[in-house]
């Protein structure tokens, strides 16, 4: 039997928002009904990645438009490999931004992480490309600020 860890914290009206929003996308993408958890267990190993797919400014501008602290109850049970991926990665991400960051402030950048996915993907569909061929492109998408400028190719 796997192990459920239940969660209860209070989000804010943005949070909650974010949160029904990928659940829609998600159950979408899967094409059948999701809860939450089923969104959170199939994004939780993702999260340790995200510092290296986004830039910590966009991450902190995230936090700050969506913040997590609210008054709005959610709970939610979720595998516990899942709340373990995501403990450490507030712990990775906090380091990575620079400030304290909690489970639920990383459960709101995984969320983050899957708008800006579907909606990349759904764009790439109006362009043409099947939804897999969308989902293997949009991976060249995620951007991340290397402090590395190009030099413009030499002229003969």
């Given at each position: 039997?796997?192990?459920?860890?239940a969660l209860r914290f209070s989000v804010s009206e943005?949070?909650?928002r974010l949160s029904t929003e990928s659940v829609r996308l998600h159950s979408n993408k899967v094409l059948e009904f999701c809860?939450?958890?089923e969104v959170i267990n199939s994004r939780a190993e993702?999260?340790?990645d995200l510092s290296e797919s986004y830039d910590a400014e966009d991450m902190r501008e995230h936090l700050r438009i969506i913040p997590s602290e609210g008054d709005i109850l959610l709970n939610v049970t979720i595998l516990e490999t899942s709340a373990n991926s995501l403990e450490k990665a507030a712990e990775v991400l906090a380091e990575a931004l620079g400030q304290t960051l909690v489970l639920k402030d990383a459960l709101s950048l995984v969320m983050f992480d899957l708008v800006i996915e579907r909606n990349a993907t759904e764009l790439l569909t109006k362009l043409g490309l099947t939804a897999s061929e969308a989902d293997a492109y949009?991976?060249?998408?995620?951007?991340?600020?290397?402090?590395?400028?190009?030099f413009p190719p030499e002229r003969t």
């Open positions: 039997m796997t192990a459920e860890k943005y949070f909650f809860s939450f958890g993702r999260a340790n949009r991976v060249c998408l995620k951007r991340k600020n290397t402090n590395v400028i190009p």
